[in-house]
């Protein structure tokens, strides 16, 4: 349930039915009409005390983030800057996390980037079409939050085809994560992030690139 903060999501049911139930018990042990639900004795209302005590608690340790003024410089310049590659390159897109960029592109999703590396560890149907499109340069633009995979066939293929330009600290619910944005080694441009963003250029190819594996960072 942890995996990737998935396991918010998860709970986000459970808060509202605690809140929806609690409230009906409470309202008829209060009116002592003989219906279904807890009596007034301490001893009936203890459960739902305990359970309204825990559903505070767990809400108390999320808290919601709302977008400030970085958060969207760094947004707008992201999301402009794939897409107008995108735009003058063709090809389809290839992301890792950002799934808002298949939607802005138009285009289907074709990976998902929770799941994708234990597919290709699998081995399961589909997954080499991915392999074999970037091995033929057949992406416009790679994006990866975190990497497809570690395979080293993989790692090739995307170090032979692409090159890394950079990257933007995007918030998420769970944190700020690097989105490293990677074009084919045939395209000239560049990756010129205003003051106001959460981004960075890449590291020169003579040093470790983050999105071989060295740390990252926000």
Known sequence: MQKHGASWNYFLPLFAAMIVTTGRWFARA???????GPSRSPARLAPLVAVSILALVLVSTRIFPLADARDE????FFY??????????????????RDLLYFLAGQQ???EGSSFPYLVEGRAPGVEDVLGGLRETRYSVVVETWPFTERPEWREAIRDGYRH???????????????NILVRRDQS????????ARCSLAYPETQPSPVDGASRSD
Do not use: K, N
Request: aromatic share 10%; charged share 20%.
């Open 30 to 36: 209060g009116a002592g009409d003989g219906r279904v």
């Open 73 to 76: 410089a760094t947004a707008r």
């Open 80 to 97: 402009g800057f794939v897409l107008g590659v995108h735009q003058r390159a063709g090809g389809p897109l290839l992301f890792a996390r």
């Open 109 to 111: 999703e074709e990976v």
């Open 165 to 179: 330009v950079g990257g933007c600290g995007l918030r998420w619910y769970f944190g700020i994560l690097m989105a």
């Open 189 to 196: 441009v560049v990756f010129s992030p205003p003051d106001e």
